[in-house]
């Protein structure tokens, strides 16, 4: 998270003086703030199903390296 940020941020900073850089940064924040706050909404209050596609995703992985493992076994 620290790299997303701050190699943005320096960017912003280079070529901009003022209250543009500051605006700018602002921005960017907001921009990364929005998908981390979605991710805790959806899984702080069980939006979308999610615990029932990481377990199928899970299981068919599982069932997938054992067929690989059985295949390359024998």
Do not use: E, N
């Amino acid at each position: 998270m620290v790299v997303i940020v701050v190699t943005p941020l320096s960017i912003v900073f280079s070529g901009r003086s003022g209250w543009q850089s500051y605006v700018a940064a602002v921005g960017i924040l907001a921009i990364c703030a929005l998908p981390i706050s979605m991710g805790i909404a959806i899984m702080k209050f069980h939006l979308y199903d999610i615990d029932r596609v990481i377990s199928r995703y899970i299981s068919y992985l599982v069932v997938t390296g054992l067929v690989v493992a059985a295949i390359w076994g024998s």
